[in-house]
């Protein structure tokens, strides 16, 4: 079990009066650092709430599951760590690496990058 196994996580953020918000992101991880962009995806406004969240409080969490029908395979990571926003980083190669959707058409950003402080996991054995 490892946070890069998962192919989609969600970000959860905190506004500035402390009002939490929660999304589902596609991601790649490597150490301590995760990277999350801003994609083609069609949004209603490149002025997302999570980029508004993370410059009010730099504070995330990143959850990542496996789920199953079979319950002695499921697992668990939270990740919780800071987060900046960049318009470019070399780390965008890590989600063109994973995710073949990317390769393509290269997500153009923004982009989160966190540094992971803390990682919380669950499993049953």
Known sequence: ???????VARLATVDADGQPHIVPVT?????????????HKPKSTRDLKR???I???EKVSLLVDHYAEDWSELWWIRADGT?????????SAWLIDKYPQYRDNPPAGPFIVIAVTHQTAWSPS
Not at 1 to 7: F, I, N, S, T
Not at 29 to 34: C, I, L, N, P, Q
Not at 83 to 91: C, M, N
């Open 55 to 57: 410059r009010a409080n």
């Open 27 to 39: 991601f790649a991880a490597r150490g301590d650092t995760v990277v999350i962009a801003v994609d």
């Open 51 to 53: 980029l508004r969240n």
């Open 1 to 7: 079990m490892r946070l890069d196994d998962a192919r």
């Open 83 to 91: 987060a900046r926003i960049l318009e470019t980083t070399e780390a």
